[in-house]
């Protein structure tokens, strides 16, 4: 293994990688942007609501992703009313075709992430929070949304390195990120071997951070779920008399 090549190629790989990244973060913001409110609707009562938004993730969720890469890329250019829109001047460039399929796509698939999440938050949480004369808007802020994400959290983060690595099909679409750029470096040097070695081991550095910044996310939501320290005992014992002492002073 030519170990001198594949550092040779480190600086051009790390080029590729920006737009990977480029791709990867703005395709989980937007689709995040566009899952928390489906997701909400997803959980409603009313079926027309619901059942709209289950067709929209089923067809991302049950097709390909390359299948909806190609169907934006070539086909968006065979509508003439699209090619004589103002949405013709972002479709025609292969960078917002990818970020548009990878965003619709990943917002299906956290959309249904989030709706177990929100179908997960106990009974008793919604309760109490009716109980205290929460309006509904209130208890989605305070309460649902909070708790439904947490609970979606382990599988959400799961998805965000599915995305990370689904956003190497860009290169198909002539987009030069990582694994496209190590193809051309490829198609030079003669040498797949420590290319794509180099490549996997920067996706792997990549992957290992998201996983990393969501484990401490997700110790930092769940602490309060942490059991007492037995030295805390007598903080809780101090706070529990607080709150029978004023349930005293409120009672008729």
């Keep these: 293994m030519n170990l001198a090549l594949m550092v040779d190629v480190l600086p051009l790989l790390c080029e590729g990688m920006l737009l990977t990244a480029q791709l990867t973060l703005a395709s989980v913001a937007i ?3 566009i899952a928390v409110p489906l ?3 997803r959980t409603s009562p009313w079926p027309v609501f619901s059942h709209a938004i289950f067709l929209y993730t089923f067809l991302f969720r049950g097709t390909p992703l390359l299948v909806q890469l190609f169907l934006v ?3 968006a250019g065979q509508v003439e009313w699209i090619r004589s829109s103002v949405a013709w ?3 025609r460039e292969p960078f917002w075709c990818a970020l548009i399929t990878f965003s619709l796509n990943n917002a299906a698939y956290t959309t249904e992430i989030l709706r177990g999440g929100l179908r997960a938050v106990p009974s008793g949480e919604v309760e109490a929070a009716k109980a205290l004369g929460m309006p509904y808007a209130l ?3 305070r309460i649902i949304l909070p708790a439904g994400f947490r609970l979606a ?3 959400y983060a799961n998805e965000v390195v599915l995305m990370l690595k689904a956003s190497s099909l860009a290169s198909t679409i002539t987009l030069m990120e990582l694994t496209g750029t190590a193809r051309k470096i490829v198609a030079q040097t003669f040498s797949p071997y420590e290319v794509f070695i180099s490549a996997a081991l920067i996706y ?3 992957t290992f951070v998201i996983v990393h910044l969501f484990g401490r996310l997700e110790t930092r939501m769940a602490k309060h779920q942490k059991r007492a320290e037995p030295g805390n005992n007598s903080q809780l014992r101090a706070r529990t008399a607080g709150i029978i002492s004023a349930s005293q002073k409120v009672a008729p």
């Design 153 to 155: 959290l382990p599988a």
């Design 39 to 41: 997701a909400l609707l």
């Design 204 to 206: 792997l550095g990549f």
């Design 73 to 75: 890329y070539y086909g």
């Design 89 to 91: 001047s972002m479709l």
């Design 31 to 33: 689709g995040l942007f």
């Design 139 to 141: 208890r989605i802020r």
